[in-house]
């Protein structure tokens, strides 16, 4: 998502989810398979914002922050 504050800065924000299914053998497998297992899943972002010097194509900064989160790593 972008949103232009001004005519010189602009805010940005980034959301993401994802999931990882187990393999086959993490399931099945008689020795160290494990039926139980449910996907991995996880959540991510970043936002960040850039603020212009002169005219929106020269950048005089840019400050960002990303994060992730997982639940039930496989």
Request: charged content about 25%.
């Amino acid at each position: 998502m972008l949103y232009h504050a001004s005519t010189m800065t602009n805010l940005r924000l980034n959301l993401g989810r994802a999931f990882k299914l187990p393999s086959i053998n993490a399931l099945a497998d008689p020795l160290i398979g494990n039926r139980n297992l449910r996907p991995e899943t996880s959540l991510g972002g970043d936002v960040s914002i850039e603020q212009f010097l002169y005219k929106p194509e020269h950048v005089l900064k840019d400050l960002w922050r990303f994060g992730k989160s997982y639940q039930r790593e496989i």
